[in-house]
């Protein structure tokens, strides 16, 4: 059983740490314990991947925030300020090797979101977005309920 509150800031602090472009990542969750029975380390990717992709989408100086919707089925939610994604691209997401990252960007392979999607997929859950209405997205990491505990410590 792992603590997904620890697992999320544990993702965070990693990708803060990566320190690039002196953007600060939020962390909202639970003061106690989220006991989850899931891969701990699957979670910890896609939320670094996830976290990785929106600092990378947002301008210096942003902020990227992670939070817990504590409604179940649980959701872990990542948005950030940058330009979002054109309509005409977002069926691509989750696609290997697409990436919407420019030149001026810090170049990707485009596998980021293809493997959150597919570790999503293998533990039960899914991954989706939402995007603002004039810049800015939102991540919505689904949990699978079967994952979920009550229990606490």
Do not use: Y
């Not at 919505?140 to 079967?146: A, T, W």
Request: glycine share 8%; charged share 25%; proline share 8%.
């Amino acid at each position: 059983m792992s603590d997904l509150a620890e697992v999320i800031r544990d993702a965070a602090d990693m990708t803060q740490r990566a320190g690039h472009k002196n953007v600060t990542v939020w962390v909202d969750v639970p003061d106690k314990p989220l006991w989850v029975r899931l891969p701990e380390d699957a979670i910890r990717q896609i939320l670094h991947n996830v976290l990785r992709n929106a600092v990378d989408a947002s301008p210096p100086g942003a902020q990227v925030t992670v939070r817990v919707d504590t409604t179940l089925p649980l959701r872990i939610l990542v948005s950030d300020v940058g330009p979002g994604i054109p309509p005409h691209l977002r069926d691509r997401v989750f696609k290997p090797f697409f990436t919407t990252k420019t030149s001026n960007s810090e170049p990707g392979m485009g596998l980021g979101l293809s493997v959150c999607h597919g570790l999503m997929e293998a533990i039960g859950g899914k991954i989706d977005f939402q995007c603002g209405e004039v810049s800015g997205i939102t991540f919505k990491i689904h949990l699978p309920s079967d994952g979920l505990t009550k229990e606490e410590s």
